[in-house]
């Protein structure tokens, strides 16, 4: 039996003893918490919690104990939307950004995905194994302990498979609890031009069986926007994907008012995500269904694009889930603390509402929500300790440093 027991927390986090599955609405800003408290966690699960006053220490021994005097203790961030296995940066489009060409103008001059694609054929499994574990080290120290992965970089089947292998070992070598996403349809590949709708036919006939057949990937993914996949394209892509019981999560909206989300919500989407181009008629749509909308801080941020209506969407009633989308084009950062920044300042969340859209509607959002997103008991004990801070308001305000001091994942100091 291993156990750990945390004791005079200055605040447990989304302490809940029979949560809902998400938070929509106004029920984004409830943030249910418990001053000076314990948590205990026994064999990789959360056991109890309660007031210190109310701690049974006959009940609660431990081999291990940590004193969270002046810290507070939060369920690790569920970082739904990445593609954190690439094989190299792209620091260079990025001053080509800076000086003013579009991420579509970028593609076209064969950058962006397609330059990631080309760098994907002379890299070996080993070597994105090796750098994806860097960055989920880095996440990890930065409070996240569940991430979503995306294939993608491939475009091809047996560079899409190996991306999909390597996700694989990821998920047996790291700490972090692990979905993989299968997106063979993220961009047109280069030889394809013209003949988009032969790829589609590849994605479909050649890519998605093999996908399914190996058990490689849980979620598939189509950016379906302006310039890369049409809602035609797509919903071909999720029908088939569906008969192999590959559940959809999709890029959608985040170039053009594109019919992403409305598509998505037709096959029931795990969530739709980026969202920036999100009207009347989509909310409309999310709001009878049950997809989370997820939003990409980063992306926005990093591509300087208009930002997702966040505050229209809750006020509407809607839940919302933010994500890191960790990727070397459009968002080469994973930090779950800085997407909390992002949410107050640039969408006007309140604290409250950035810390559920990155916990427990993250968690929704990548099929998790049984077991992770909140410190609730049976969950896993997905954990971070914070360094001793003033406040929860603290978190999103004192933006660009590491808060997070000690993260414990399946029970274990990691
Ligand atoms: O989520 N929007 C599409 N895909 C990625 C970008 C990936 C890249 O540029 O490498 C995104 O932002
Ligand atoms: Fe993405």
Known sequence: ???????????????????????????????????????????????????????????????????????????????????????????????????????????????????????????????????????LEEIKNHGTGAVEIKSGYGLDTDEELKMLYAIRKLKELSPLTIKATFLGAHSIPAEYRGKQEEYVNKVINEMIPVVASEGLAEYIDVFCDKGFFTVEDTDRILMAGLKYGLIPKIHANELDFSGGIQVGVKYNALSVDHLEYTGEAEIEALLNSETMPTILPGAAFFLNMPYAPARKMIDAGLPLAMASDFNPGSSPSGNMQLILSMASILYRLTPEEAINACTINGAYAMGLSEELGTITPGKIANVFLTREIPSIEYMPYYYGSNKVETVILNGKMV
Request: proline letters at 4%; one cysteine or more; hydrophobic letters at 40%.
């Open 1 to 135: 039996m291993s156990t750990i027991l945390i004791e005079n927390i200055k605040k447990l986090v989304l302490a809940e003893e029979k949560p809902d599955i998400i938070k929509a609405g106004r029920a984004m800003s409830e943030l249910p918490c418990i001053d000076n408290a314990y948590l205990y966690i026994r064999d990789g699960k959360i056991d109890n919690f309660g007031f210190m006053s109310q701690a049974n220490p006959e009940n609660l021994k431990s081999e291990l104990v940590l004193d969270a005097t002046g810290k507070m203790v939060f369920p690790a961030f569920c970082d739904s939307h990445t593609h954190l296995v690439y094989p190299a940066s792209r620091e260079i489009e990025y001053v080509d950004k800076i000086k003013g060409l579009s991420y579509e103008e970028i593609a076209k001059r064969g950058g962006g995905i397609l330059n990631s694609a080309k760098k994907m054929k002379e890299t070996i499994i080993a070597e994105l194994v090796d750098s994806a574990l860097e960055r």
